[in-house]
């Protein structure tokens, strides 16, 4: 079964720092680009960084640029997101998501993991 | 970046009825060279991930049920679903893929009346 399992989120202090884990199984993940999606409480979703199969080719939305890493350990089928200098604004649901087969650098995500909470607060 | 709107932001449908969702993007998201239109449609149920139903704007995803469809081109599309059911009350958004960063809409509420 293709599932993805994000993990690494909580509640943190603005200025502080998460790294966000998504461990995928049931399919090839260096095969893949794959992406962040983050929702914010009650509102709708946002596009936060995608990468390629290589980890070579990183993408970011201004918002993060600077302060939030993408990368990915096809050895370990794991994509990460390290996040730094975290504001309020940056609480919200993350969820990993997965390009189609074949695809380049733009993509619909046709596999979603169930998301981890990120609440930065003091 | 691209912008998406999507209307109306809620709407209550009988079971059974029509319901439509619309979705403008700010700039074409048609690329000529393979003619396809770079959208996507999404259900997400409370407390759930979005779940992809439509891409390449009107290819329905495997084991979508045939009532979803999606039309349109350019800058302007649509998603119907022709017999709405208890199970299809959920958010419905719009996502383009053509110019990074994505974009999606703000969402559209679909609630039974």
């Known amino acids: 079964e293709v599932q993805l399992v994000e993990s690494g989120g909580g509640l943190v202090q603005p200025g502080g720092s998460l790294r966000l884990s998504c461990a995928a199984s049931?399919?090839?993940?260096?095969?893949?680009?794959m992406t962040w999606v983050r929702q914010a409480p009650g509102k709708g979703l946002e596009w936060v960084a995608n990468?390629?199969?290589?980890?070579?080719?990183?993408n970011y939305v201004d918002s993060v640029k600077g302060r939030f890493t993408i990368s990915r350990d096809n050895a370990k089928n794991s994509l990460y997101l390290q996040m730094n200098g975290l504001r309020a604004e940056d609480t919200a649901v993350y969820y990993c998501?997965?390009?189609?087969?074949?695809?380049?650098?733009?993509?619909?995500?046709?596999?979603w993991g169930k998301g981890t909470t990120v609440t930065v607060s003091s | 970046d691209i912008v998406m709107t999507q209307s109306p932001d809620s709407l209550a449908v009988s079971l059974g009825e029509r319901a439509t969702i619309n979705c403008k993007s700010s700039q074409s998201v048609l690329y000529s060279p393979n003619n396809k239109n770079y959208l996507a449609w999404y259900q997400q149920k409370p407390g759930q991930p979005p779940k992809l139903l439509i891409y390449?704007?009107?290819t329905r995803e495997s084991g979508v049920p045939d009532r979803f469809s999606g039309s349109g081109s350019g800058t302007d599309f649509t998603l119907t679903i022709s017999s709405v059911q208890a199970e299809d009350v959920a958010v419905y958004y719009c996502h383009q893929y053509l110019s990074l960063p994505d974009t999606f809409g703000q969402g559209t509420k679909l609630q039974i009346k």
């Open positions: 390449w704007a009107s």
């Open positions: 049931g399919f090839t993940f260096s095969s893949f680009w």
């Open positions: 990468i390629d199969r290589d980890g070579n080719e990183k």
């Open positions: 998501g997965r390009a189609p087969y074949g695809s380049g650098s733009q993509y619909y995500m046709g596999v």
